[in-house]
T-cell receptor, first 113, second 112 residues
Framework: AQSVAQPEDQVNVAEGNPLTVKCTYS??????LFWYVQYPNRGLQFLLK??????LVKGSYGFEAEFNKSQTSFHLKKPSALVSDSALYFC???????????FGAGTQVVVTP | EAQVTQNPRYLITVTGKKLTVTCSQN?????MSWYRQDPGLGLRQIYY???????DKGDVPEGYKVSRKEKRNFPLILESPSPNQTSLYFC???????????FGEGSRLTVL
């Protein structure tokens, strides 16, 4: 079965420190991977995606993600976290040819001043 | 402004009282879908539509109906709501299969 997992329910980081949100996946074939962010009382917003090409993908708001095929991971990273990065982050993988996405359970990021 | 609009944003209803959550997008997207978000479960797809008059079940379609009579609109219908349908609902659209999803602001539904 194709799936995606976010092993951490919550990540706490101090402002200015590096932020990493973990995601692992299990798919047959080449993975299409996505990261979305949800701010309080808002819908999800697209951050970045990996389809093919460079393993390091750059996205919105200074975020990037590293695709690692051997570890089946797609971790989201930001070199220097801001308090405004506090939000719920979702990893997702495309699971069929019609573009259906399977979402992870989400990781709450808390950035403290 | 490009957007996906859902209504109502908040609704409290009682078991068995039919309700409709509307969704409209102004981006001429062909693909639209409905998700429900529950704590610890992430987002689960309810129904999706590849184009006008083309809809199909997602992972959790029981108790829901949809229709796609126009490209811009994709309403979610709960014919006889039950308490286990209390959830946060999101409508999303996309211009293509592997494109990013554009989400509405969400509709928080409580069924008593």
């Amino acid at each position: 079965a194709q799936s995606v997992a976010q092993p951490e329910d919550q990540v706490n980081v101090a402002e200015g420190n590096p932020l990493t949100v973990k995601c692992t996946y299990s798919v047959s074939g080449n993975p299409y991977l996505f990261w979305y962010v949800q701010y309080p009382n808002r819908g999800l917003q697209f951050l970045l995606k990996y389809i093919t090409g460079d393993n390091l993908v750059k996205g919105s708001y200074g975020f990037e993600a590293e695709f690692n095929k051997s570890q089946t991971s797609f971790h989201l990273k930001k070199p220097s976290a801001l308090v405004s990065d506090s939000a719920l982050y979702f990893c997702a993988v495309r699971v069929d040819s019609w573009g259906k996405l399977q979402f992870g359970a989400g990781t709450q990021v808390v950035v403290t001043p | 402004e490009a957007q996906v609009t859902q209504n109502p944003r908040y609704l409290i209803t009682v078991t068995g009282k039919k309700l409709t959550v509307t969704c409209s997008q102004n981006m001429n997207h062909e693909y639209m879908s409905w998700y429900r978000q529950d704590p610890g479960l992430g987002l689960r797809q309810i129904y999706y539509s590849m184009n006008v008059e083309v809809t199909d079940k997602g992972d959790v379609p029981e108790g829901y109906k949809v229709s796609r009579k126009e490209k811009r609109n994709f309403p979610l219908i709960l014919e006889s709501p039950s308490p286990n349908q209390t959830s946060l609902y999101f409508c999303a659209s996309s211009p293509r299969r592997d494109g990013e999803l554009f989400f509405g602001e969400g509709s928080r539904l409580t069924v008593l």
